[in-house]
């Protein structure tokens, strides 16, 4: 979600401006294109002006898609440089908001646990974690944090562990591997990361146990790259049935790749259901318009028409923040625009 290029490597400052640039050219993807510009002020360490860009969204006429995490980063950011009783009340309103969306809720946690608000940050991640996956059968890898930042805030107030610690640690297994350079047959555990007890490790004078944090810093900076890896999802274009039709009618060579929209929707959740049956992490749905494909395809000097464009204009509008997390998060409107819910209609178990 931030920029987390060290500061001598890149000018921050100089990249904030870049996108806000980027910004005014492309409104419709102002939000997502400012938040970032926002993170690299942070990192250049200009805050107040980080500040003045989450105000600019929220008091922009447009509505936003993610004000509930436009808010949790002002106030993460307030906080760090002195603001705490306005971070505070931006905060507790976003825990009474209860969004849907797990971002908003892991910087807000993150921010009281950052600020050693340990007992507020569990109960935050607790609260995220209950309204986002009770009754879920598989949870979304958006939501993974969650579930990694609350098992590492209990190991911190020693609690014993439960059902979504235990959840957390399978996740983590799951998505592990054991380092390169390691001669260990299994990964690290995430209550071996967790340990709070680790940090005395770093001072002892025993080879063997530096060794072995060597090993479990590895580990975790494998697990962290992995993630900055993939810094939107693997999406899946969609076009609603209108554009669908637009788009046909004008480039007859497209027929073949969507005989129908029923199918074409079909297509996508299959798609997505395989990736994810696959293992593939942080998946997503980017929606197409013909206006914006025609003018990708004229910024590529390609022809519309070109099937081969497609994945690439998916990507394209993904890298810009178009992406939607599938699945949608429980109780959520169904990614196809039905108004129904997922669960009532793509997401329906065959």
């Known amino acids: 979600m931030r920029p987390d290029t060290p500061a001598e490597n890149v000018d921050h400052s100089a990249e904030a401006a870049r996108l806000e640039r980027t910004a005014a050219r492309y409104p419709e993807d102002a939000e997502a294109l400012l938040l970032q510009a926002a993170a690299h002020l942070e990192l250049a360490g200009d805050r107040p002006a980080a500040t003045a860009l989450y105000d600019r969204l929220l008091s922009s006429a447009d509505a936003l898609e993610t004000p509930h995490l436009v808010r949790a980063l002002k106030a993460s ?29 892991v910087i807000v946690a993150e921010s009281l646990e950052s600020h050693d608000e340990l007992e507020a940050a569990q109960e935050t991640f607790t609260e995220g974690v209950s309204l986002l996956l009770t009754d879920v059968p598989e949870p979304p890898y958006s939501t993974h944090p969650l579930l990694y930042g609350r098992h590492r805030v209990r190991r911190m107030l020693g609690v014993s562990h439960d059902e979504w610690d235990t959840l957390a640690d399978t996740l983590h297994s799951s998505h ?174 065959p």
């Not at 906080?79 to 905060?91: C, L, P």
């Not at 490790?201 to 697990?223: C, H, T, V, W």
């Not at 790749?257 to 942080?282: F, K, Q, V, W």
Request: with cysteine; charged share 20%.
């Open 176 to 349: 592990s591997s054991p380092s390169p350079s390691s001669s260990a047959s299994s990964p690290v555990s995430l209550d071996e990361l967790h340990d709070p007890k680790r940090v005395w490790s770093l001072g002892s004078d025993n080879p063997a146990e530096l060794e072995a944090e060597i090993s479990r810093l590895r580990a975790e900076l494998g697990a962290f790259r992995e993630a900055l890896s993939r810094p939107f999802p693997v999406a899946v274009l969609h076009w609603p049935e209108g554009e669908l039709a637009e788009l046909v009618g004008a480039y007859a060579s497209l027929a073949e790749e969507y005989p129908s929209h029923e199918e074409h929707l079909a297509t996508i959740e299959g798609s997505l259901r395989e990736l994810a049956a696959s293992g593939t992490p942080n998946l997503g749905i980017v929606t197409g318009t013909v206006p914006s494909y025609e003018a990708f395809a004229a910024s590529e000097g390609a022809s519309p028409g070109d099937a081969d464009l497609l994945p690439q204009y998916a990507t394209t509008l993904a890298a810009r923040g178009r992406a939607v997390v599938w699945p949608p998060q429980r109780g959520a409107s169904c990614w196809c625009g039905s108004g129904m819910a997922y669960g009532e209609c793509h997401g329906q178990t």
């Open 77 to 105: 950011n307030l906080w760090e440089y002195g603001h705490e009783a306005e971070a505070r009340a931006i905060i507790d309103g976003v825990r009474t908001a209860s969004p849907r969306d797990a971002a908003p809720w």
